[in-house]
């Protein structure tokens, strides 16, 4: 069974940029759809984006032109390059995997990581 880490959050200020990681371990993640996800202090699980493994890309409007996911199958790793970070955007982010890239709920996705914490100050 596949587990998922995520890595690269931390402590940005407004306009900045982080690289979030998702490595996988115990099988490829080459084959699979790969969701972020995030939740922020009471609320609910919200869609970030997903990327298929022929590389097309489903984004919430909320990050579209900031926010880009990408994955290098050799390093079983995808990843989550955020630009022009918000407040709004903090957050705990996961990734998981799924079926398709163009699901966008929660329950659509499966082998949750542990979550690594972004925090965006104004």
């Known amino acids: 069974q596949v587990q998922l880490e995520e890595s690269g959050g931390g402590l940005v200020q407004a306009g900045g940029s982080l690289r979030l990681s998702c490595a996988g371990s115990?099988?490829?993640?080459?084959?699979?759809?790969m969701g972020w996800f995030r939740r922020a202090p009471g609320k609910e699980h919200e869609f970030v984006g997903a990327?298929?493994?022929?590389?097309?890309?489903n984004y919430a409007d909320s990050v579209k032109g900031r926010f880009t996911i990408s994955r290098d199958n050799a390093k079983n790793t995808v990843y989550l390059q955020m630009s022009s970070l918000k407040p709004e955007d903090t957050a705990v982010y996961y990734c998981?995997?799924?079926?398709?890239?163009?699901?966008?709920?929660?329950?659509?996705?499966?082998?949750w990581g542990q979550g690594t914490q972004v925090t965006v100050t104004s």
């Open positions: 115990g099988r490829t993640l080459s084959t699979y759809a």
């Open positions: 990327i298929s493994w022929r590389v097309n890309t």
């Open positions: 998981a995997e799924g079926s398709r890239y163009d699901y966008t709920e929660k329950y659509d996705y499966e082998h």
